[in-house]
T-cell receptor, first 114, second 110 residues
Framework: DAGVIQSPRHEVTEMGQEVTLRCKPI?????LFWYRQTMMRGLELLIY????????DSGMPEDRFSAKMPNASFSTLKIQPSEPRDSAVYFC????????????FGQGTRLTVV | GQQVMQIPQYQHVQEGEDFTTYCNSS?????IQWYKQRPGGHPVFLIQ?????EVKKQKRLTFQFGEAKKNSSLHITATQTTDVGTYFC??????????FGTGTRLKVLA
């Protein structure tokens, strides 16, 4: 398996633009997580899905952020409109939700909003 | 909600010295996991502990889960430059949501 695949790896965009981050979890995993990492706030859980259903989105900063998981092999995190304070590394992770298991992370998307 | 704090936030050691990071929770945890993130990389799972007082070893790394299941530690013996990175503890809440600690950034000076 290729692991969790995220795209793009880097994104530079202007303030006000829409940004879409993509994630393909490991095949067979039924839990998917979106994290944001910054120096100031560390690794924050934004939202997670179980069997394609959003279970907890309490970490989503505000209405500008939205996430979808239309099927078991694809998820998106959208920011519209983007702001400079959204600049961070966004990680997608997946796991097999069956007892205590590990989370597998993608390589991350480094987002810079100018 | 549940949180875990890690100390120290940063640690610089000379190569060959030992290193320890601690993870503390105010509530009892069902499990504790440890991850390592190399500079510019992504978190990678190291180990999971689930039993009270459990101790596990991976070569120079020793992981411990406290008797009350509220704290954990990671100890590295004789650090090497390849140990550089940020070490996170994490736990899974009731619905398998992974909550990560604040992390300890380790620098090893050659």
């Amino acid at each position: 398996d290729a692991g969790v695949i995220q795209s793009p790896r880097h994104e530079v965009t202007e303030m006000g633009q829409e940004v879409t981050l993509r994630c393909k979890p490991i095949s067979g995993h039924n839990s998917l997580f979106w994290y944001r990492q910054t120096m100031m706030r560390g690794l924050e859980l934004l939202i997670y899905f179980n069997n394609n259903v959003p279970i907890d989105d309490s970490g989503m900063p505000e209405d500008r952020f939205s996430a979808k998981m239309p099927n078991a092999s694809f998820s998106t995190l959208k920011i519209q409109p983007s702001e400079p304070r959204d600049s961070a590394v966004y990680f997608c992770a997946s796991s097999f939700n069956r007892g205590n298991t590990e989370a597998f992370f993608g390589q991350g998307t480094r987002l810079t909003v100018v | 909600g549940q949180q875990v704090m890690q100390i120290p936030q940063y640690q610089h050691v000379q190569e060959g010295e030992d290193f320890t990071t601690y993870c503390n929770s105010s509530t009892t945890l069902s499990n504790i996991q440890w991850y390592k993130q190399r500079p510019g990389g992504h978190p990678v799972f190291l180990i999971q502990l689930v039993k009270s007082g459990e101790v596990k070893k991976q070569k120079r790394l020793t992981f411990q889960f406290g008797e009350a299941k509220k704290n954990s530690s990671l100890h590295i013996t004789a650090t090497q430059t390849t140990d550089v990175g940020t070490y996170f503890c994490a736990f899974t809440s009731g619905t398998y949501k992974y909550i990560f600690g604040t992390g300890t950034r380790l620098k090893v000076l050659a």
